[in-house]
């Protein structure tokens, strides 16, 4: 495990490869907590259904949403189960996909869905009413900018962006889920990816890092305007451990925003 800069060749690669061969033990570990039929912002639990981020249900009914780095698309399937005409999740994985489709087959909830790079999304121009993303794709590759007009492009003029992700503060701290994780052990400011790699030197598992600023400055870049900035508070009664997420540290710092955005 080391830092350092990534190219987006080598960041693409080492996502497909670490999700196509993590995704059993990742949906056998979390799929009761995600829900088949569910959407679940962030390991704090906020659900859509508790927080209506996405906007009024009825609504959005009449929208075309796309689902970025949707993995088995549990939370596209929650919309399409409840009305939503046109929904299209994503994922860079083939093997979360074929998870989206046992879980279609076991909830009877058919989600339409494409393998895709967020980096260069196969849909035309202003396809999409409403863009959204729960922890996917977007902290796995280099350039958050590039992912973030790409996500604009395909929105239509007056569209919604909304995506959660690791809070920037978070990477300040060791990935420790207790009271040994409050310690600041590295800067803020570093922006060099998080990198696992084999014996030979190869990513084989990447995540990048970058400062609210830089999230806000994409925002901006692409053409958005950021509306809202979520950072949800850890529930009473929430006992569950996800990695460094747990009710520990959940209670004292953030460890997850989601960004809320509109095309002009």
């Not at 080598?10 to 999700?19: D, K, Q, T, Y």
């Not at 189960?81 to 879980?103: K, M, N, P, T």
């Not at 007056?158 to 052990?185: A, I, K, M, N, Y």
């Amino acid at each position: 495990m080391e830092r350092r800069a990534v190219d987006p060749r080598e960041s693409v690669r080492a996502g497909r490869l670490w999700w196509d061969g993590a995704a059993d033990a990742y949906q056998a570990d979390h799929g009761d907590f995600l829900g088949d039929v569910d959407f679940v912002w962030c390991p704090e639990g906020l659900t859509e259904a508790d927080i209506g981020l996405l906007g009024d249900l009825d609504a959005l009914r009449e929208r075309r949403v796309l689902e970025v780095g949707g993995g088995a698309g549990q939370c596209g399937r929650w919309l399409r189960a409840r009305g939503v005409r046109e929904v299209v999740s994503f994922d860079l994985s083939f093997r979360q996909l074929q998870h989206a489709r046992r879980i279609d087959e076991d909830s009877g909830t058919r989600l339409p869905t494409v393998q895709a790079d967020v980096q260069r999304l196969p849909f035309s121009d202003a396809a999409f009413d409403v863009v959204f993303s729960s922890f996917g794709a977007f902290p796995f590759v280099p350039s958050a900018d590039d992912a973030l007009a790409e996500s604009a492009r395909v929105l239509r003029p007056g569209g919604l962006l909304v995506f959660s992700v690791t809070h920037p503060v978070r990477w300040s701290f060791p990935d420790d889920p207790t009271e040994h994780g409050f310690t600041v052990h590295q800067s803020y400011f570093d922006r060099r990816a998080y990198v696992e790699e084999d014996d030979h030197g190869n990513a084989i598992y990447v995540e990048h890092h970058r400062t609210v600023g830089d999230w806000v400055r994409g925002i901006a870049g692409a053409g958005l305007v950021l509306r809202d900035l979520t950072e949800p508070e850890w529930p009473e009664g929430h006992d569950r451990v996800w990695g460094g997420w747990g009710p520990v540290r959940g209670r004292m710092i953030p460890g997850t925003a989601i960004f809320s955005a509109v095309k002009p």
